[in-house]
């Protein structure tokens, strides 16, 4: 499949790849998003995972998204401020030649280093000026590159969720009556980094638009994602399962993430629109 010919898609399902083996699905969806990533690449890209090199921009330790792609067999740069998610993901990359970790910011990297693929997943909504790293990462796309952008929804179950679980001060019964039984390892060790950020679709694709960037595909992530559900009915897998898959059937505002592959625009002359751009102070 030729690489502008992808269509925007709003019902992603498919067998399991490689990748979602390693990630077991949980109340975010995760193993949904890695499914997502991996079918966008596919189609974009018809070569062999080790010739797709992709920057994943704010990847935490790595452990849900980097990782398992990198096992797949892809080429993976990570990028993080944080230096406990950084040294966490090196310690977990020990032995995978394909993923390289980095704590720092884009400008970083290797000047006029590009990638095939460049993820933006769950990052935005922490970012005072989102708008400075959207711009960032489009300077280390080509022409043929495709942006990955994950994100909450504003105004979905987990931001409400969260809000009430901190209004009501519910922290302090989990940790009261909480269970030494089961350990999750996060995707980040940064937990000190809130939302500053609620987008709305069309806000997403305003900023979408404002950078020339064109949707080509999209897909919702999980319904029910909140503390007060995590705490309570994520504790079932079947549960967990189910709550990923029931958004396929609901209103695209209804769930609690959502998932966008885009593709830079070229104008009718084939010039890059974003040679000429210019962030608006």
């Known amino acids: 499949m030729d690489s ?7 019902g992603y399902d498919s067998e399991m790849s490689e990748a979602e083996q390693f990630v077991q699905e949980d109340l975010w969806g995760y193993k949904k998003r890695l499914g997502f990533i991996e079918s966008v690449i596919s189609d974009c890209f018809n070569r062999s ?11 935490g330790n790595g452990s849900q998204l980097t990782l398992p792609l990198s096992k797949r067999g892809f080429q993976l740069t990570g990028v993080d401020l944080d230096e406990r998610s950084i040294a ?13 970790f980095i704590c720092g910011e884009l400008k970083d990297l290797s000047s006029g280093e590009s990638f095939d693929v460049v993820i933006l997943s769950e990052v935005l909504e922490h970012l005072a000026e989102p708008e400075a790293l959207l711009k960032a990462a489009l300077a280390r796309m080509n022409r043929e590159s495709v942006m990955i952008v994950t994100v909450p929804n504003g105004f979905g179950e987990f931001e409400w969720d969260s809000w009430m679980f901190r209004g009501l001060r519910l922290q302090t019964i ?9 350990q999750v390892l996060a995707s980040t060790e940064n937990h000190e980094s809130g939302h500053v950020q609620f987008f709305t679709r069309r806000r997403l694709q305003r900023l979408f638009k404002q950078f020339q960037l064109k949707i080509v595909r999209e897909e919702s992530g999980s319904f029910l994602s909140g503390p007060m559900v ?3 009915l994520a504790r079932s897998q079947r549960f967990v399962e189910w709550n990923a898959r029931v958004t396929k059937r609901l209103p695209f505002s209804w769930a609690s993430s959502w998932y966008f592959a885009l593709r830079r625009q070229m104008s009718a002359g084939g010039e890059d629109i974003l040679d000429s751009y210019v962030v608006q102070e």
């Open 88 to 100: 966490k993901a090196k310690s977990l990359a020990a032995g995978i030649s394909g993923a390289q």
């Open 49 to 59: 995972a080790e010739e797709v090199r992709i920057l994943d921009v704010g990847c």
């Open 174 to 182: 989990v940790d009261a009556v909480a269970r030494g039984d089961r």
């Open 230 to 232: 995590g705490h309570t």
């Open 4 to 10: 502008a010919d992808i269509e925007l898609q709003l």
